[in-house]
T-cell receptor, first 114, second 114 residues
Framework: ETGVTQTPRHLVMGMTNKKSLKCEQHLGHNAMYWYKQSAKKPLELMFVYNFKEQTENNSVPSRFSPECPNSSHLFLHLHTLQPEDSALYLC?????????????FGQGTRLTVV | AQSVTQLDSQVPVFEEAPVELRCNYSSSVSVYLFWYVQYPNQGLQLLLKYLSGSTLVKGINGFEAEFNKSQTSFHLRKPSVHISDTAEYFCAVTPPWGTDKLIFGTGTRLQVFP
C-alpha cells in the first residue's frame, strides 16, 4: 500500500465519547500534518510534526490531542467534542520542512459530532 | 504573514469551454505557490506549483497557471474542460524557508456541465 491512508473514513460520535483518528504514510516522509476542513472556510492547519516532534500547534483546543509515535503514523485523539467540531479531518505528509516539498493528503475522516 | 484569496466560490462552465480560476495572495516576502484539486470524497492532490523560474507553470490534466508578481496573482487555466474536471480547487502559498505549512484559500468549486 502506498500514499497516505486515514481511518476511519467516517465517524459519528457523541459529545461525551472518546475516539481516535489514525493516519499512516508509506512514502518515507519526515513531516506529518493534521488539517481541519469545514464548509466555506479555508483549510485550517492544526498540528505539524517533523521527525516525530511537534513543531506547530495552531491554537487548537485541548479536546484535540495529537500523537506521533513514529514518522509513519499520526493519531488525533478526540474527547468531549462540540458539534462545531464536525468537519473533514485531513492528514498530510511531506518529505521535509522546506516549503518547496509537495504535501500528500489522505482521503480524510468525515467526523460528525452529535 | 501570508493570505490567499479565491474570489470565486463557484465557477459553472460547459464542457470543452475554457476556464480560469482566480487566485490572489498577500505576502511581505517571496512565496511558493500551489494549486491543489479535491475530487468528491477525496483528499487534496497537487495540480502544479511555482517555485521560481518561468512564470508559466504546466501541471497535470492539462492545467496551467501563470505567476504575476506585480499583481500578486496565480490564476489557474485550462483551455478545454471535461466533465471529469468537476472538483474543488484550492490555491495555496508557503514561504520558502523552513516552514512547511501551506496557507490555503477558501476554494473554488468548478462545475462542468455537458
Amino acid at each position: 500500500e502506498t500514499g497516505v491512508t486515514q481511518t476511519p473514513r467516517h465517524l459519528v460520535m457523541g459529545m461525551t465519547n472518546k475516539k481516535s483518528l489514525k493516519c499512516e504514510q508509506h512514502l518515507g516522509h519526515n513531516a506529518m500534518y493534521w488539517y481541519k476542513q469545514s464548509a466555506k472556510k479555508p483549510l485550517e492547519l492544526m498540528f505539524v510534526y517533523n521527525f516525530k516532534e511537534q513543531t506547530e500547534n495552531n491554537s487548537v483546543p485541548s479536546r484535540f490531542s495529537p500523537e506521533c509515535p513514529n514518522s509513519s503514523h499520526l493519531f488525533l485523539h478526540l474527547h468531549t467534542l462540540q458539534p462545531e467540531d464536525s468537519a473533514l479531518y485531513l492528514c498530510a505528509s511531506s518529505q521535509g520542512p522546506t516549503g518547496d516539498t509537495e504535501a500528500f493528503f489522505g482521503q480524510g475522516t468525515r467526523l460528525t459530532v452529535v | 504573514a501570508q493570505s490567499v484569496t479565491q474570489l470565486d466560490s463557484q465557477v459553472p462552465v460547459f464542457e470543452e469551454a475554457p476556464v480560469e480560476l482566480r487566485c490572489n495572495y498577500s505576502s511581505s516576502v517571496s512565496v511558493y505557490l500551489f494549486w491543489y484539486v479535491q475530487y468528491p470524497n477525496q483528499g487534496l492532490q497537487l495540480l502544479l506549483k511555482y517555485l521560481s523560474g518561468s512564470t508559466l507553470v504546466k501541471g497535470i490534466n492539462g492545467f496551467e497557471a501563470e505567476f504575476n508578481k506585480s499583481q500578486t496573482s496565480f490564476h489557474l487555466r485550462k483551455p478545454s474542460v471535461h466533465i471529469s474536471d468537476t472538483a474543488e480547487y484550492f490555491c495555496a502559498v508557503t514561504p520558502p524557508w523552513g516552514t512547511d505549512k501551506l496557507i490555503f484559500g477558501t476554494g473554488t468549486r468548478l462545475q462542468v456541465f455537458p
